[in-house]
C-alpha cells in the first residue's frame, strides 16, 4: 500500500490510538480488569491496523460481505453500537 494512502491513514490512526490507549491502561480508573481490557482493545487495533495495510479496499468490502452473510445477527448488533458511540461522540460538541 502505498505510504499517502487512505487505508494507510487509517492504520497510521488506529495505531496512535492503540499506542494512547496502552499508555493510559493502567491508570484508569476501575483497577486490573479495565486496564487488562484496554490493554486487549489497543491489541486489537494494532491487529486492525495491520488489516488495513495488508488489503486493498475490494478485499475489505468482500472480507465485509462475507461477515455479514455469516453472521448477520451479530453483524447487525455491532453496527448498533458502533452508530451508539458514534452518536454519544458527535453529540457531546
Same mark, same amino acid.
Given at each position: 500500500?502505498?505510504?499517502?494512502?487512505?487505508?494507510? %491513514?487509517? %492504520? /497510521?490512526?488506529?495505531?496512535?490510538?492503540? $499506542?494512547? =490507549? +496502552?499508555?493510559?491502561?493502567?491508570?484508569?480508573?476501575?483497577?486490573?480488569?479495565? &486496564? $487488562? @481490557? @484496554? +490493554?486487549?482493545?489497543?491489541?486489537?487495533?494494532?491487529? &486492525?491496523?495491520?488489516? #488495513?495495510?495488508?488489503?486493498? =479496499?475490494?478485499?475489505?468490502?468482500?472480507?465485509?460481505? /462475507?461477515?455479514?452473510?455469516?453472521?448477520?445477527?451479530?453483524?447487525? =448488533?455491532? %453496527?448498533?453500537?458502533?452508530? #451508539?458511540? =458514534?452518536? /454519544? %461522540?458527535? $453529540? /457531546?460538541?
Amino acid at each position: 500500500m502505498p505510504t499517502n494512502s487512505p487505508t494507510e %491513514a487509517v %492504520a /497510521r490512526g488506529m495505531e496512535s490510538a492503540a $499506542s494512547t =490507549l +496502552h499508555e493510559k491502561a493502567d491508570n484508569m480508573p476501575g483497577g486490573e480488569k479495565v &486496564a $487488562s @481490557a @484496554a +490493554h486487549t482493545a489497543a491489541d486489537a487495533m494494532e491487529t &486492525a491496523a495491520d488489516y #488495513f495495510r495488508e488489503q486493498d =479496499l475490494r478485499a475489505m468490502a468482500a472480507d465485509v460481505q /462475507r461477515l455479514v452473510k455469516n453472521h448477520p445477527g451479530a453483524t447487525l =448488533l455491532a %453496527a448498533a453500537a458502533l452508530g #451508539f458511540v =458514534l452518536a /454519544r %461522540a458527535l $453529540s /457531546r460538541d
